[in-house]
Nanobody, 112 residues
Framework: DVQLVESGGGLVQPGGSLRLSCTTSGFEFSRYAMHWVRQAPVNECEVISFISSDGSTYYKATVKGRFTISRDNAKNALYLQIDSAKTEDTGVYYC???????WGQGTQVTVS
């Protein structure tokens, strides 16, 4: 079975840091781009970052310079380092393999 399990969310003060992790299994992780998607309390889901299979990265403008996405293909794991957190970063963060429509259950990040 395909599994994506996020962890590392929690409560952080503005200006603080968090590191989200996503462990995966059941599919060939290294072959696919991986995404972090955020569901904010009042907004639609939005892709905030993704990393391609070759390591190329994309960041939404509002998080660029503060978030860092990375992957460890040997561990089938995806990461998101959140620095200089802002209140507007609050939301549920999902990791996803969009091309396969595989999603994790999400982890809550609250900046307050």
């Amino acid at each position: 079975d395909v599994q994506l399990v996020e962890s590392g969310g929690g409560l952080v003060q503005p200006g603080g840091s968090l590191r989200l992790s996503c462990t995966t299994s059941g599919f060939e992780f290294s072959r696919y781009a991986m995404h972090w998607v955020r569901q904010a309390p009042v907004n639609e889901c939005e892709v905030i970052s993704f990393i391609s299979s070759d390591g190329s990265t994309y960041y939404k403008a509002t998080v660029k310079g503060r978030f860092t996405i990375s992957r460890d293909n040997a561990k089938n794991a995806l990461y998101l380092q959140i620095d200089s957190a802002k209140t507007e970063d609050t939301g549920v963060y999902y990791c996803a393999s969009a091309s396969n429509n595989y999603w994790g259950q999400g982890t809550q990040v609250t900046v307050s």
